[in-house]
């Protein structure tokens, strides 16, 4: 990996200034901390609301109860911790308001292409074939209201991995560790997963360097919050695949059924990114972002 994604100079390392400042083992911990006390804050939410919405239908409750009670309480937990304790604003982590709409739709678009991507790549070899389409009324509204959901679950992971984990190990230390590390965080974190194995792990740790020479590319986290989000919604209510070993909810738009016998391409019952065409795709969207971003350097030094 080229130096220039590699320097502390970025404003995302630059940001993440505090007097509170451990080292990489401590971070890890703290970041553990940082999940368990989001699981707590997220039992008592549950709590308070199951009553309420005890009696709604099965996809708001699932986008309510599974997507967004828990991964928020995880952002908030996160931005009281970097508030309180590392005594830094919210927008340090990265939420510049400079871009911000222009940021976070490229991020969507970009997310929903890669996965559009992978399919293509997949149809294209056989590999998976239409089951069917449904562009109903009720799907596309079930569609779009687990969209809500999508939208906190896959921010939350990329602020507390990627607006926090990273910058503070790449400011203490340096940017190389702080990527690997961020990485194989969020690998670890879908170890229960259903039907993970070597490759989908592999795929996963590769996902997260991806994230992680994006934020570094743009400075920022409105991109690859929105990404991840669209990653996730394109994966399993546009084209119908498993979202990490996991069925999703809501239906999807177009429903691909993977071939027997191409599982090693596919990702089988872990869902795309379980495949070696999702390995792929990964390490071309890395290498583009990190020649991009050098490309930009080089402007800037000459």
């Known amino acids: 990996?080229?130096?220039?994604?590699?320097?502390?100079?970025?404003?995302?390392?630059?940001?993440?200034?505090?007097?509170?400042?451990?080292?990489?083992?401590?971070?890890?911990?703290?970041?553990?901390?940082?999940l368990l006390a989001g699981e707590f804050l997220a039992n008592f939410i549950y709590k308070a609301l199951y009553r309420?919405?005890?009696?709604?239908?099965?996809?708001?409750?699932?986008t309510v109860f599974q997507l967004i009670i828990p991964f928020l309480s995880i952002i908030l937990v996160t931005f009281v911790w970097v508030k309180i304790i590392e005594k830094r604003s919210v927008a340090s982590m990265g939420f510049s308001s400079q871009g911000l709409v222009n940021k976070y739709l490229r991020g969507f678009i970009i997310g929903t292409v890669l996965i559009l991507i992978c399919t293509i790549l997949l149809a294209f070899l056989g590999a998976v074939k239409i089951n069917t389409t449904n562009l109903s009324s009720a799907t596309i509204t079930s569609v779009f209201a687990v969209l809500i959901g999508w939208l906190v679950q896959g921010a939350s992971e990329e602020v507390l991995l990627r607006g926090w984990l990273l910058p503070r190990i790449g400011y203490k230390h340096n940017v190389l560790l702080a990527i690997i590390v961020s990485a194989g965080f969020f690998g670890f974190l879908h170890l229960g997963n259903s039907n993970v194995a070597v490759l989908p792990m592999i795929n996963l740790i590769l996902y997260g360097v991806f994230a992680s020479v994006y934020v570094i590319w743009e400075g920022g986290l409105w991109g690859i919050c929105a990404l991840h989000s669209a990653w996730n919604w394109a994966q399993g209510n546009i084209v119908g695949f498993e979202v990490s070993g996991i069925t999703a909810v809501g239906g999807s738009i177009i429903d691909f059924k993977t071939v027997k016998g191409y599982d090693l391409l596919t990702g089988g019952a872990f869902g795309l990114e379980g495949g070696l065409i999702c390995t792929f795709v990964l390490v071309i969207a890395t290498a583009i972002i990190v020649y991009l971003n050098n490309k930009r350097a080089f402007k800037l030094n000459n």
């Open 1 to 34: 990996m080229n130096k220039k994604i590699l320097s502390k100079q970025n404003t995302i390392f630059k940001n993440a200034k505090s007097a509170f400042n451990p080292n990489v083992f401590i971070l890890v911990f703290l970041c553990f901390g940082l």
């Open 52 to 62: 309420l919405l005890s009696s709604v239908n099965y996809i708001t409750q699932f």
